[in-house]
């Protein structure tokens, strides 16, 4: 099956320092990824919409300038997030799709940050 | 935002029983997912139901779906000590080409 792969899986930084996650579908190409957010005891949030060499969407009340999203090539994203606070801390997990009208995604098995 | 319900919540049985969780959702869809995440976990793709179906097998997974309600169920038979686990129903809009929305996830534990 498709596989997904992210890194780094765990990261603790300093409140203020930036913290760059990587995306990466292996052994597919993918059109589009996704970015989620998820809290400890709840569901995943969709942040962003990532599309291959096109700006990223965003949901409505995530801040584009604090979650910097590239897509560079069709088997890599990456989320940047930016002068990271405590508030921050979740578990940030993307997904790809290989196709654009299927909703197919395959998931990463997640990064766990934790901002000091 | 979130999508839809899951219910229950939070669902305790004991190894060998069914379980139920269902899923409400208020959009038109184009098709509804189940997931499943261990602990601390990515999620793993358990089934997938499109609008023009109404019921789904895989193993011990059933899966139905009633768009006049908008409401799918996931069942698991007989369920195991390794089914522990939350799960989540996702739905996928006509709109939002491959953007999915998930649920709020029940949290399933099975008793040895």
């Known amino acids: 099956g498709a596989v997904v792969s992210q890194h780094p899986s765990w990261v603790i930084c300093k409140s203020g320092t930036s913290v760059k996650i990587e995306c990466r579908s292996l052994?597919?190409?993918?059109?589009?990824m996704f970015w989620y957010r998820q809290f400890p005891k709840q569901s995943l949030m969709l942040m962003a919409t990532s599309n291959e060499g096109s700006k990223a969407t965003y949901e409505q009340g995530v801040e584009k300038d604090k979650f910097l999203i590239n897509h560079a090539s069709l088997t890599l994203s990456t989320l940047t997030v930016t002068s990271a606070h405590p508030e921050d801390s979740s578990f940030y997990i993307c997904?790809?799709?290989?196709?654009?009208?299927?909703?197919?995604?395959?998931f990463g098995p997640g990064t766990r940050l934790t901002v000091l | 935002s979130q999508q839809g319900e899951e219910d229950p919540q939070a669902l305790s049985i004991q190894e060998g029983e069914n379980a139920t969780m269902n899923c409400s959702y208020k959009t038109s869809i184009n098709n509804l997912q189940w997931y499943r995440q261990n602990s601390g976990r990515g999620l793993v793709h358990l089934i997938l139901?499109?609008?023009?179906?109404r019921e789904k097998h895989s193993g011990r997974l059933r899966v139905t779906l009633d768009t006049s309600k908008k409401s799918s169920s996931l069942l698991i038979t007989a369920s195991r000590a390794a089914d522990t686990a939350s799960y989540f129903c996702?739905?996928?809009?006509?709109?939002?080409?491959?953007?999915?929305?998930f649920g709020s996830g029940t949290r399933l534990s099975i008793r040895p």
């Open positions: 052994d597919f190409q993918a059109t589009t």
């Open positions: 997904s790809a799709s290989p196709n654009y009208n299927n909703n197919e995604q395959f």
């Open positions: 139901i499109r609008s023009n179906e």
């Open positions: 996702a739905t996928g809009r006509y709109s939002s080409a491959s953007k999915i929305i």
